[in-house]
């Protein structure tokens, strides 16, 4: 592997979260590699500095790491095939390259990832199982934690690369439990979402300024990540630009129930949060921020959002 390469690194996927990481490699003193199927996006990672790879083959040439987010079972699967046929990176005898490691970051079925790892280890690539926790707006500001699995000494090699994108990393066991880890992790994230919009319509039903609402409980004890994150958005209204969309959370919350009915474990509260979801895709589209789930109760409530009281300060 050449000096160049040792100090490059790939990403495959430049949409939100994609995007967000190869930013943060740039300021961490990486020459990135993107590669993207869009256009648009590749035009803008090279309008902010990035350099653009021509397929996900030439990006497998340039970097020694690579990290894929991407948004389909059908994507991964191409992408690993592309990089499984880039040419040989093993080197001489005399000088052996270390293998490429690739870091899938994407939220898919597990069997998914575990077919894309062993067409990737035939030709002698490590894919490390890396699920991320954390929004598009927290990816960009390097407030994400990775959920890491897979053969640990390639997760060492690669942590430089994890500390540049992430404020926190952890090595969860053998490939595939990083994912189990981010199933459970999005089956609160789900139940705490729409627990926040529940509580902002009953507060607003009671005539609760919800702006106030969302200052002063995202200050207390029934406080969550989710309240504090999307609570802003609801309290407004306003569901776009999405951190998280709803077109794509659907197919993360179809993954935690085959993963919850094959682990033979009941999620009522799961269960019933995923109607609700349901509705606010059908009330304004795919596109729109999984807190519009708010906008869903208050219809259930029949809330009026002028009908505001001002809560003032003690201080």
Same mark, same amino acid.
């Given at each position: ?5 040792? &100090? ?32 648009? +996006? !590749? ?17 497998? @040439? ?6 894929? &987010? ?16 880039? !040419? ?25 990832? %575990? ?26 500001? +390097? @407030? ?6 897979? @053969?640990?000494?390639?997760?060492? +090699?690669?942590?430089? *690369? ?35 919009? %529940? ?11 919800? %702006?106030?609402? *969302? ?14 994150? !999307? ?6 209204? +306003? ?8 077109? *794509?959370?659907?197919? @993360? ?44 109760? %208050? ?11 001002? *809560?003032? &300060?003690?201080?």
């Amino acid at each position: 592997m050449t000096t160049q390469a040792r &100090s490059s690194v790939g990403v495959i996927g430049l949409g939100i979260m994609g995007s967000a990481m190869a930013a943060n490699l740039r300021r961490a003193g990486y020459r990135v590699m993107g590669y993207d199927v869009l256009a648009t +996006r !590749r035009r803008e990672h090279r309008l902010a500095g990035g350099q653009i790879a021509p397929s996900c083959r030439a990006v497998a @040439d340039g970097a020694g790491i690579v990290i894929c &987010s991407l948004p389909s079972v059908e994507a991964l699967l191409a992408t690993a095939a592309e990089l499984a046929a880039a !040419r040989p990176r093993g080197g001489s005898r005399r000088s052996p390259r270390p293998a490429q490691i690739v870091i899938e970051t994407s939220t898919l079925p597990i069997t998914t990832k %575990e077919q894309a790892r062993r067409r990737l280890a035939a030709a002698g690539v490590i894919l490390l199982d890396c699920p991320l926790s954390g929004t598009g707006p927290q990816a960009r500001v +390097r @407030d994400l934690v990775v959920y890491a699995s897979g @053969d640990r000494a390639a997760y060492r +090699r690669a942590a430089p *690369v994890l500390d540049a994108v992430a404020r926190a990393h952890y090595h969860i066991g053998a490939f595939g439990a990083g994912s189990k880890m981010k199933f459970v992790a999005n089956l609160l994230v789900a139940i705490h979402n729409v627990a926040a919009a %529940e509580a902002l319509v009953l507060a607003m039903k009671a005539g609760l300024d919800p %702006e106030m609402v *969302v200052k002063v409980i995202g200050d207390g004890a029934g406080s969550s990540r989710m309240f504090q994150v !999307r609570g802003p958005m609801m309290a407004k209204g +306003r569901y776009v630009p999405a951190m998280m969309k709803l077109g *794509v959370w659907k197919k @993360d919350m179809t993954i935690i129930t085959d993963f919850a009915r094959d682990a033979g474990c009941p999620t009522p509260l799961f269960a019933a949060s995923a109607p609700i979801y349901t509705a606010a895709s059908a009330m304004g589209g795919s596109d729109e921020d999984t807190a519009a789930v708010c906008r869903v109760l %208050e219809r259930m409530a029949g809330t009026a959002r002028s009908s505001k009281v001002k *809560v003032q &300060s003690a201080k």
